[in-house]
């Protein structure tokens, strides 16, 4: 299958500071891109939709301002954590599609990044 | 509106077949997804279903009636590692965005 990779995998931050996460399709050029988080025991939740060349569909109750998304190239998505809060450590995982025929297609995740804001 | 429901938990035996079953209603239809997820890792995609019935991978398989808003994944010659959270999900929406459902825990016993 596709190799979307993330980093870092671990980040661990103090709580006002911004964190900057990296999400990469790897052999595949992804125009769109979908940003998760997930608690512990918990589903995942979406929390926007990434657009190559355009601005970043959000989630209702998802903060624009809080959860910055550049989707800079075909190949990179970047969500960053501004002024980050305790709150707001999870774990962040991203996801690319990939269109294996017209109307089918295969959704990849990377192996996502554990945020911890102390 | 959009609901994807499946069971909580469930426990199985080492070497039997378990059944998961996931009920979805979303606006549209773009098919079903099933993703298998350890926990602390990202979740690993299992199937698609777009049409109606079976299909089998190997030891997992996934069926689907679109008509009934019902799909199950099919798990036979059970492992100790096949312990993990089974994901339900469908897209919806702008951009057919995957919604997932609460996940069930599945454990493995000898």
């Known amino acids: 299958g596709a190799v979307v990779s993330q980093h870092p995998s671990r980040v661990i931050c103090k709580s006002g500071t911004s964190v900057k996460i990296e999400c990469r399709s790897l052999?595949?050029?992804?125009?769109?891109m979908f940003w998760y988080r997930q608690f512990p025991k918990k589903s995942l939740m979406l929390m926007a939709t990434?657009?190559?060349?355009?601005?970043?569909?959000?989630e209702q109750g998802v903060e624009k301002d809080k959860f910055l998304i550049n989707h800079a190239s075909l190949t990179l998505s970047t969500l960053t954590v501004t002024s980050a809060h305790p709150e707001d450590s999870s774990f962040y995982i991203c996801?690319?599609?990939?269109?294996?025929?017209?109307?089918?297609?295969?959704?990849?995740f990377g192996p996502g990044t554990r945020l911890t804001v102390t | 509106g959009q609901n994807i429901d499946q069971p909580t938990e469930m426990t199985a035996t080492e070497g039997a077949i378990v059944q998961i079953n996931c009920t979805y209603q979303t606006s549209g239809f773009n098919g079903l997804f099933w993703y298998q997820q350890h926990a602390g890792e990202a979740p690993t995609f299992l199937s698609y279903?777009?049409?109606?019935g079976l299909e089998e991978k190997g030891r997992f398989s996934s069926f689907l009636s679109r008509s009934k808003g019902y799909s199950y994944l099919l798990l036979k010659e059970l492992q100790m590692k096949d312990s993990a959270s089974y994901l339900c999900?469908?897209?919806?929406?702008?951009?057919?965005?995957?919604?997932f459902g609460a996940g069930t825990r599945l454990a493995v016993h000898p």
């Open positions: 279903n777009v049409l109606d």
């Open positions: 999900a469908a897209p919806s929406g702008g951009y057919n965005k995957l919604i």
């Open positions: 996801s690319a599609r990939v269109w294996a025929s017209g109307t089918s297609y295969e959704q990849y």
């Open positions: 990434s657009n190559e060349g355009s601005k970043a569909t959000y």
């Open positions: 052999d595949f050029q992804a125009t769109t």
